[in-house]
């Protein structure tokens, strides 16, 4: 009997032990477009490397995470890429990332499209 006791003691402590992982899970979210989901956004854990992409509900899910404080960052084509700084005490943390659509003025474009132009033409001669 001494010997079950002693076996459960240990699986229980040895449990509890190895909850000291959590996890980052959120949502990516258009801010244009009234809060829509953006489907296949890059969000990277800086710290780690990690990255993943959303799903079509906009969702991201970092699993194995350890304790502490962590860096998203959020990214899309056409939006400005988002940091935002994450702390993991236990569990999970439950984030809600907005991104926003980047802006082009029109003299950026012009420049672009004239160094776009001065290079063809650099390259026919």
């Known amino acids: ?46 710290e780690t490397g990690a990255q993943v992409l959303t799903n079509d509900k906009g969702f991201f899910k970092f699993d194995n995470v350890d304790n ?21 005490a236990s569990n999970a943390a439950l984030v809600k990332v907005i991104l926003e659509p980047s802006t082009l003025s029109l003299e950026d474009l012009m420049a672009t499209m004239a160094s776009a132009d001065n290079s063809a033409s650099a390259s026919n001669n």
């Open 68 to 88: 502490g404080e962590y860096t998203l960052v959020s990214s899309f084509v056409g939006y400005n890429t988002k940091e935002t700084k994450i702390t993991i």
């Open 1 to 46: 009997m001494k010997h079950i006791i002693y076996i459960t003691l240990f699986f229980i402590s040895a449990l509890s032990f190895g909850q000291d992982t959590g996890a980052i899970h959120g949502n990516l979210l258009d801010f244009e477009s009234n809060n829509e989901p953006l489907i296949l956004a890059k969000v990277v854990l800086k």
